[in-house]
């Protein structure tokens, strides 16, 4: 069983910037992607931004120069840096893991952006 967690939430002015952490609970090989969703209240959970075991990085369009993941390629974590967050992105962000055919997700940060 892989436990995802994540860190780096919090409350930021709009315009301000943050960094999501997520580690997963031990070492795991077999990686295809880690990445970010986020759901607001209301509406469904959307992908933000994943990346590939290989290099390649998927956005979502609102994300887009704002936003950048990262992955640590000496274990299991991944990272987003928002930069110049608006109000339309607070939501609870939520880690995301797949190995081969299995997803798991962590427990959620809450984002919040307001002035």
């Known amino acids: 069983q892989v436990q995802l967690v994540e860190s780096g939430g919090g409350l930021v002015q709009p315009g301000g910037s943050l960094r999501l952490s997520c580690a997963a609970s031990?070492?795991?090989?077999?990686?295809?992607?880690m990445g970010w969703y986020r759901q607001a209240p209301g509406k469904e959970r959307e992908l933000v931004a994943i990346a590939a075991t290989g290099g390649i990085s998927t956005y979502a369009d609102s994300a887009k120069g704002r936003f950048t993941i990262s992955r640590d390629s000496t274990k299991a974590a991944v990272y987003l840096q928002m930069d110049s967050l608006k109000p339309e992105d607070t939501a609870v962000y939520y880690c995301?893991?797949?190995?081969?055919?299995?997803?798991?997700w962590g427990q959620g940060t809450q984002v919040t952006v307001s002035s």
């Open positions: 031990r070492s795991i090989f077999s990686i295809n992607v």
């Open positions: 995301y893991l797949n190995i081969i055919s299995q997803d798991y």
